[in-house]
């Protein structure tokens, strides 16, 4: 829901400010690398301490750098495979840091070890959701399937719960319980979307080879 909506809105709303680095002659490439650096600057600096509300602000700065670099790309017309690749690969290193970030965390001052492995499964989980997508249409399926909780979900629930979990080192109180509540969230639902995307290859995967058969058994009649 988040990528068929949430994304259209932004892209229109950050059009003009990808064509102003388009002006200023920045390539997507470095907007990539840019704000995948930030990400993982803002993810390790911060959240390993518990400054949750900073570091989410600083990653919130740079995490549309996701949307940016594909509209310049678009307003260029250099949309190329290269560009995809480079983004999917950076965006799996940008989500390790930040359930990374949670992780140190919990192992260290946040002092609660099933936290911290419900954030080391959060990350794992999520690199396999998205390999398995890429498996599936690597071997030509087109894993047509809407996943529960993707990329986008997780980090909108993620990101949301520990900016507002920060706001307890302001003095509100109770908050910090948001975080680990997301958490959970997160990792259920990536849970049950890995099962989404398995069933479905594996459904689609037994059509394709029964149409072969098929297709192959009119071939020699």
Request: overall charge positive; charged content about 15%.
């Amino acid at each position: 829901m988040l990528n068929k909506y949430a994304r259209a809105f932004f892209t229109r709303v950050l059009t003009p400010f990808a064509a102003f680095l388009i002006r200023r002659g920045v390539s997507p490439d470095t907007v990539t690398l840019i704000g995948t650096a930030g990400v993982v600057a803002g993810a390790l600096a911060f959240y390993p301490r518990g400054e949750f509300f900073w570091g989410t602000i600083v990653i919130t700065l740079f995490v549309f750098s996701d949307l940016v670099d594909g509209n310049m790309a678009r307003q260029l017309g250099r949309s190329s495979r290269w560009g995809a690749f480079l983004d999917s690969t950076l965006d799996r290193v940008a989500d390790g840091a930040i359930f990374g970030g949670f992780a140190l965390w919990y192992a260290g001052n946040g002092n609660d070890n099933a936290l911290c492995a419900v954030s080391i499964f959060c990350l794992a989980s999520g690199q396999v959701v998205s390999y398995t997508k890429a498996r599936g249409e690597s071997i030509g399926l087109p894993v047509a399937v809407n996943g529960l909780v993707e990329r986008a979900e997780r980090l909108v629930i993620s990101l949301v719960a520990a900016g507002l979990a920060g706001l307890h080192t302001f003095g509100v109180p109770g908050i910090q319980w948001l975080l680990p509540i997301a958490l959970w969230i997160v990792a259920v639902g990536s849970l049950i979307t890995l099962v989404q995307r398995v069933v479905t290859v594996r459904r689609e995967s037994a059509e394709a080879e029964e149409a072969a058969r098929q297709s192959a058994g009119e071939a020699a009649k």
